[in-house]
């Protein structure tokens, strides 16, 4: 079966075009705006309606992982329209030439606020950063414009490891400290916990969700646990061997509001779906 990723330079996006090919004998090509010497990756903007549907229309794909997305938020309406026509231009040329299924990348983080854990996909939505707002829109386009036409996945994820990734997020930043041997410092409220998902996790659904037909919606993809950045810290240094120490100046503050709890009860309902990675074996896959 041929199978799309779009952003496949990103690190959703990177990691699943790999891991789909050698794990699950998927027939992968990536693209992105960016161009590669990597087999099967081809330079496509998808802001460009008339390029998308001719790209989808010569390669004729059975699944399409549209992973591409704007994150850099310094012009926000920019990001905003980006994100929203790369989802239309996708859509519609997946529309055109008898894609199978869509299999879209969202965040979980587009519920906002936490009112209520674990956090389920019947949770409400309010998106406090112009690219979570993006992204529920995506979703809410997908499922408006798929029905009837093409099986759609909303997935919606949490903070994604996998290899390769960029120092802007609390994981990376902190391997990368700990592998130096550097101390470590933590601010911020120390109740809040973050969840890990191993990019294998995700490809993992995405095999399961392909080999059952009929079945459309929005589903939850995220590990078992989540980690407080004390439990995170403490954890990477055990596993690195690391001679860093961990400079606490958390606040206590005994709030729920950041306990990103999460339930994938309907992925395995569906699908199947159980995480197999905890927060060691990722750190492994990482440092091997």
């Given at each position: 079966?041929?199978?799309?990723?779009?952003?496949?330079?990103?690190?959703?996006?990177?990691?699943?075009?790999?891991?789909?090919?050698?794990?699950?004998?998927?027939d992968v090509y990536?693209?992105?705006?960016?161009?590669?010497?990597?087999?099967?990756?081809?330079?496509?903007?998808?802001?460009?309606?008339?390029?998308?549907?001719?790209?989808?229309?010569?390669?004729?794909?059975?699944?399409?992982?549209?992973?591409?997305?704007?994150?850099?938020?310094?012009?926000?309406?920019?990001?905003?329209?980006?994100?929203?026509?790369?989802?239309?231009?996708?859509?519609?040329?997946?529309?055109?030439?008898g894609v199978k299924?869509?299999?879209?990348?969202?965040?979980?983080?587009?519920?906002?606020?936490?009112?209520?854990?674990?956090?389920?996909?019947?949770?409400?939505?309010?998106?406090?950063?112009?690219?979570?707002?993006?992204?529920?829109?995506?979703?809410?386009?997908?499922?408006?414009?798929?029905?009837?036409?093409?099986?759609?996945?909303?997935?919606?994820?949490?903070?994604?490891?996998?290899?390769?990734?960029?120092?802007?997020?609390?994981?990376?930043?902190?391997?990368?400290?700990?592998?130096?041997?550097?101390?470590?410092?933590?601010?911020?409220?120390?109740?809040?916990?973050?969840?890990?998902?191993?990019?294998r996790d995700l490809?993992?659904?995405?095999?399961?969700?392909?080999?059952?037909?009929?079945?459309?919606?929005?589903?939850?993809?995220?590990?078992?646990?989540?980690?407080?950045?004390?439990?995170?810290?403490?954890?990477?240094?055990?596993?690195?061997?690391?001679?860093?120490?961990?400079?606490?100046?958390?606040?206590?503050?005994?709030?729920?509001?950041?306990?990103?709890?999460?339930?994938?009860?309907?992925?395995?309902?569906?699908?199947?779906?159980?995480?197999?990675?905890?927060?060691?074996?990722?750190?492994?896959?990482?440092?091997?």
């Amino acid at each position: 079966m041929k199978c799309l990723v779009t952003g496949a330079n990103g690190v959703v996006g990177g990691n699943l075009f790999r891991l789909l090919a050698e794990n699950y004998g998927f027939d992968v090509y990536g693209c992105s705006r960016t161009s590669s010497e990597e087999s099967g990756f081809f330079s496509v903007d998808l802001t460009n309606k008339a390029a998308v549907l001719n790209f989808f229309l010569e390669n004729s794909f059975d699944y399409v992982v549209h992973c591409a997305a704007d994150i850099n938020g310094d012009d926000c309406f920019e990001l905003f329209r980006n994100n929203i026509a790369s989802t239309i231009n996708v859509v519609e040329a997946s529309v055109a030439s008898g894609v199978k299924k869509i299999f879209h990348t969202s965040s979980v983080p587009v519920v906002g606020n936490i009112i209520q854990t674990p956090i389920d996909e019947g949770h409400p939505t309010n998106p406090l950063t112009g690219y979570h707002l993006s992204k529920l829109h995506s979703e809410q386009i997908i499922e408006l414009y798929c029905k009837g036409r093409v099986e759609f996945i909303n997935m919606r994820i949490p903070s994604p490891v996998g290899l390769n990734m960029p120092l802007r997020s609390v994981f990376p930043i902190f391997m990368a400290k700990l592998r130096n041997n550097e101390n470590v410092t933590l601010t911020g409220d120390a109740c809040r916990k973050q969840n890990f998902l191993d990019m294998r996790d995700l490809a993992s659904f995405i095999h399961k969700a392909s080999l059952v037909d009929g079945k459309s919606g929005l589903f939850i993809v995220a590990a078992v646990n989540s980690y407080s950045n004390m439990e995170l810290a403490q954890t990477l240094i055990a596993k690195i061997g690391s001679k860093s120490k961990i400079i606490n100046q958390m606040v206590e503050t005994g709030s729920r509001s950041q306990i990103w709890e999460l339930s994938t009860q309907k992925a395995y309902n569906h699908f199947g779906y159980v995480s197999e990675y905890n927060l060691d074996d990722t750190i492994d896959w990482l440092l091997e």
